[in-house]
């Protein structure tokens, strides 16, 4: 039998409805890699009666022909989504054993197009951190090894489950967010390509809220097909959601083509930064050369404000976060400290004690740009900074149709490696631009460095235009013939 | 501008996070650090530049003035740490 776990979504869809195998062989395929795999640490709740029940309603629908277009396909979920009934924690202590009565909008959107849940996929606390290592169940194992190395690797952050369960085999695909490159750079560090639309397009009602004005949620997984599939299952306007986008969900799929001719591809000079590794910016002139080959005309363009993309970020995000996270204080939900005296210790402990390092060090970050005095000077002054960011793209926007950039400055790193939050931080230089200026952008495995491990190539469209996005992505996909896979020591 | 640990500490204090001396110590300099290098915006020149608020153009939608939800209080409480009479209970607030 063929090993289903290696499908693609379109291959298992169109295997599916010709009769070749039934949704219950898929979903048992994957809920025994699943279970199989538990050293990855990369779901933090199996669910395999979600999947097999969905399974079976998609074969009990074959027989009347009428199937929804994700009918028979079992996804991971990152664990920031709202799932009803079933453990959902932003991998937070403070979130422990919270069972949402309700479901996000997203996967309700999935749901109802027919896919199953394998389970909820481990991500960094709160969506901070670019490697998966700020989880309170503890790092995700990336599937890929250095050659000849068993040193453990991050498989990047914060959708480091996600991405790691789509590189391993043990999801067809996966949904993850994305709010300063939480999609993109794992994507790239696991070899798999991931979308993050326009903010808007998908609805953030049931997700954990990081920073409201930049979180947006987006498909993982092995193709640009896939997620085109998928994106468009996931987005939708939703009255729920005050910035959901009022508009149709474009037929995706339908329209990809890789044929460039006409179109103009832009090379953000600003984007050739030191210290980035001559592979990847050996992989960047690759990717130049691959979308010339499909017709595309390469065009230099500028983006002047790009070196102060990851300190406006770095305002505005904990800004939101620390207003966000307001309401995690014991009372409602999850995690609360008892033994001690007053209302107000009872917040502070429980506080102390259900944050990690991290979402403490954004929580007092946040909290100190927008206290009294400090407000203008930081937060007033990053949001200043973001509009002339926007500007740049807007002005790039009138020169080209699309861009290509690296994902990320580095490969994937060992778990432990990177200790200074700063350094960490860096890993979203590429990515974090196009987060500030709401814009699609997604990665698509290139090739692999010199150790073995992939390198990503990312691509930024004007708003609304995933479809470019996505069809320079297959472009690059069909040229780049990535078809490496790590090999299995889980 | 640096922030002291008596700052560190009333910003812990806003935060509502508890946190040991050793804790504030420790955050002291890496705050200052992440602060330190955000500063590098004050090159910018942003004069005459409006603050960005909607990173997507759109209009604030307004919906007719109408319950449209309610009556699931037992959905509201059931992941409550604690629930008395159908309120969330909480530690004494007045003696």
Redesign the interface.
Known sequence: MTDLTAKTIAELRDGFRDGDFRAREIAESFNAAVAAAKLLNAYTVETPEDALAAADAADSARVSGDLPSLAGIPLGIKDLFATRGVDTTAGSKILQ??????ESTVTANLRKAGAGMLGKLNMDEFAMGSSNETSTYGPVISPWRRKGSNVGLTPGGSSGGSAAAVAAHIAPAATGTDTGGSIRQPAAFAGISGIKP???RCSRWGIVAFAS??DQAGPMAKTVRDCAILLEAMAGFD?KD??S??LPVPQWEANLSSDLRGKRVGIPKEYRIDGVPADINALWDKGIEWLKDAGATPVEISLP?T??AL??Y??IAPAEA?SNL?RY????????EEG??????????T??EG?GDEV??R???G??VL?AG?YD??F?????????I?QDFAKAFEQCDVILTPTAPSAAFGIGETTD??AMYLNDVFAVPAS???LPAMSVPGGLDEQGLPLGLHLIGN?LDEQMVLNAGLAIEERAGFTARPEKWW | MSVSSEQVRHIAKLARIAMSEEELDRLVPELNNILGWVEQLGEVNTDGVEPLTAVIDQKLRLRDDVVNDGGVQDDVLANAPEAQHGFFAVPKVIE
């Open positions: 054993g919270f069972k949402p009565r309700y326009t903010y808007g004005s930049l009255p005050s910035t986008l009022d404000h070196k102060y300190p406006t770095y305002i620390s307001a204080d014991g009372v409602r939900y999850g995690l609360r001690v005296k007053t209302l107000d210790d009872m917040y502070s402990a506080r102390a944050f403490k060090r929580i007092m970050i909290t100190y206290s400090f000077a930081y007033t002054k990053a949001q200043r900074v973001r509009a002339l926007k939050p700063l500030l200026a709401g708003e």
